[in-house]
């Protein structure tokens, strides 16, 4: 079923209707009982972070209504995607104000790594996009913003979206991240090795549709 058929049948359904389908998705995933299990735990997390957020969070309410946890706790990657904006200033140790967002990707541009290390963490993306083009960022940088938690899903959009991604130690920080949106997970999933496989599929921390995915 391809991601966008899911959306629209699933955005078409009463909400509690929607949520009992994709538990039986989910369990059937992992009972192994369906024919292509890996596509179809694929496409479910892909169309979950294409569900309209009016929709996504009527389907989070009525899982967690009818304790159909592992469905609730699918929708949390797609709700980080609409936290609010980050505020605008933000303080860094040794500074004696508050510096405004242009500040901060200025510094992120900055030749030195004493200056731009320390947005590491800054939770704006697009001071981590102009952190991610640094020439001088080096990859155990790039694997702190990746393994960082909590974290906002479109900080960790921004470094999927990146060259950095091809690293492989990156991808694993990526999927291992539970703040990671499952979409983009079960979508690095594949390009990891088994054992790091393995680690995903015991890991209960991760999304269940990843974990599932893992398993298969």
């Known amino acids: 079923m391809r991601e966008v058929v899911l959306v629209e ?13 994709l538990a039986r998705l989910l369990a059937a995933a992992r009972a192994d009982r369906l ?17 309209p957020y009016v929709v996504a969070s ?14 609730a706790t699918l929708f949390l990657g797609a709700a980080a995607g609409h936290e609010p904006a980050p505020e605008p200033e933000r303080w860094l140790p040794g500074s004696r104000r508050t510096l405004t ?9 900055a030749g030195r790594r004493e200056l731009f290390v320390q947005l590491l963490g800054d939770p704006d993306a697009s001071v981590i996009r102009a952190l991610l083009e640094n020439p001088r960022l080096v990859e ?53 090795i088994e054992s790091d496989r393995r680690r995903v599929a015991d890991d209960p921390n991760l999304a269940p549709a990843l974990r599932a995915a893992a398993r298969s």
């Open 140 to 192: 155990k940088d790039v694997i702190a913003i990746a393994a960082r938690r909590p974290t906002r899903a479109d900080v960790l959009r921004e470094l999927f979206a990146s060259r950095w991604c091809k690293r492989y130690h990156v991808k694993r920080a990526l999927v291992m991240n539970p703040w990671t949106p499952t979409d983009l997970a079960v979508r690095l999933l594949p390009s990891l």
């Open 58 to 71: 009527a389907l989070y309410a009525a899982a967690k209504g009818a304790q159909l946890h592992d469905v």
């Open 9 to 21: 049948a699933l955005a078409a359904m009463p909400a509690p209707d929607a949520a009992g389908l």
């Open 101 to 109: 967002l242009g500040e901060r990707k200025s510094l992120a541009r």
């Open 35 to 51: 024919p292509d299990h890996l596509v179809a735990v694929s496409t479910l997390a892909g169309a979950v972070g294409r569900i």
